[in-house]
Structures are given as C-alpha cells and as structure tokens.
Nanobody, 114 residues
Framework: VQLVESGGGLVQPGGSLRLSCAASGIIFSLDTMDWYRQGPGKKSELVAVITSGRSTKYANSVKGRYTISRDNAKNTIYLQMNSLKPEDTAVYYC?????????WGQGTQVTVSP
C-alpha cells in the first residue's frame, strides 16, 4: 500500500490550497480515507474523513473552510482548504486503515504565513 500526498506549500492567511493523496495497493473505492495534521508542538489531529459512500466529517476547527472529496477513478482523495489561518500550519498526512491495518503517507507541509 502506498499513499503519496502533494499540494502543500506556503500561503498567506486567507488563501487556499488543495492537497491530493494518490493511493495504490488497496481497493480504493471500498476504503474510508482520512486527512490528519500535526502542527509544530501540537498533537496529531484528525481533520477530515470521507467514507466509501462519500459521507464526510470534519474537525470543528476546519468545518466550513475545508472540503474533502474523492475520485475513485483516479484512486485519489483531495482536501480543498480555504480561508487558511496561521494555526492551520502543519504537516498534513493521508491515512487509511483497510481491514484495521493503518497506512500513512509521507506528509506534505502546509505553512500559512504573511
């Protein structure tokens, strides 16, 4: 199983970024996929979840600003991040746990700074 994130970078407060996570080695369409993040000096935080049926859940800290989506034809999930704040600065990780075994991507850095 391989998860490869992309799309991070430096953005000003109020800006937007879209993260992507390409998956291989799993039956992608059947799996719940998540985005986590870990900011400097902070614990890991579950940011957004999307199920195989495309139900979604969000952390309160990002609700209304972030949107998780999936493209099963491309085995890829996305995280559209709008109205970014300095406190959104973190390494963002893609995650899935097919049959209870967790897999993580390498992470992509998002920095929100003037």
């Amino acid at each position: 199983v391989q998860l490869v994130e992309s799309g991070g970078g430096l953005v000003q407060p109020g800006g937007s970024l879209r993260l992507s996570c390409a998956a291989s080695g799993i039956i992608f369409s059947l799996d719940t996929m998540d985005w986590y993040r870990q900011g400097p000096g902070k614990k890991s935080e579950l940011v957004a979840v999307i199920t195989s049926g495309r139900s979604t859940k969000y952390a309160n800290s990002v609700k209304g600003r972030y949107t998780i989506s999936r493209d099963n034809a491309k085995n890829t999930i996305y995280l559209q991040m709008n109205s970014l704040k300095p406190e959104d600065t973190a390494v963002y990780y893609c995650h899935t746990s097919p049959l209870g075994r967790p897999y993580w991507g390498q992470g992509t850095q998002v920095t929100v700074s003037p």
